[in-house]
């Protein structure tokens, strides 16, 4: 069984608007266009909120069930994603930089849903 938590659901939803809004911008623009910026810049912010408050609860006492070098080491990669991309768009101009962008967003889900998994691995079925 996968805890659902609001992180995860909020991280879900922020990783599909950035992943549909780069699709979109792939298909009717030739250059990255505002929305999928600031969608990709969104999911970094939420990015950093979950690393502060994944620092704040282990402080707090609530330890990560798996490897904590392995939880940190995918965060501070996810946390090294978007911004890659936002440059990489911003200074590509094309279609495909739109692409990176919705790209940045599926890894992203992907590493966050690793992470909960590492965090809550005395739970998983």
């Known amino acids: 069984m996968f805890v659902l938590n609001g992180f995860f659901i909020a991280g879900t939803i922020i990783c ?9 911008a792939t298909v009717i623009r030739r250059y990255p266009d505002d929305w999928a910026l600031v969608a990709t810049a969104g999911t970094e912010l939420f990015l950093i909120v979950y690393a502060v408050a994944a620092g704040i609860r282990q402080v707090g006492g609530e330890m990560v069930l798996g490897e904590p070098w392995e939880f940190w080491g995918y965060l501070l990669t996810a946390l090294i994603m978007p911004p890659i991309a936002f440059f990489w768009a911003v200074s590509d101009k094309s279609r495909w ?7 940045s967003g599926a890894i992203t889900f992907v590493m966050l849903f690793r992470m909960e998994q590492i965090w809550h691995v005395g739970v998983i079925a």
């Open 97 to 103: 930089a739109n692409t990176v962008l919705a790209v």
């Open 16 to 24: 599909a608007l950035a992943v549909l809004l780069g699709l979109i």
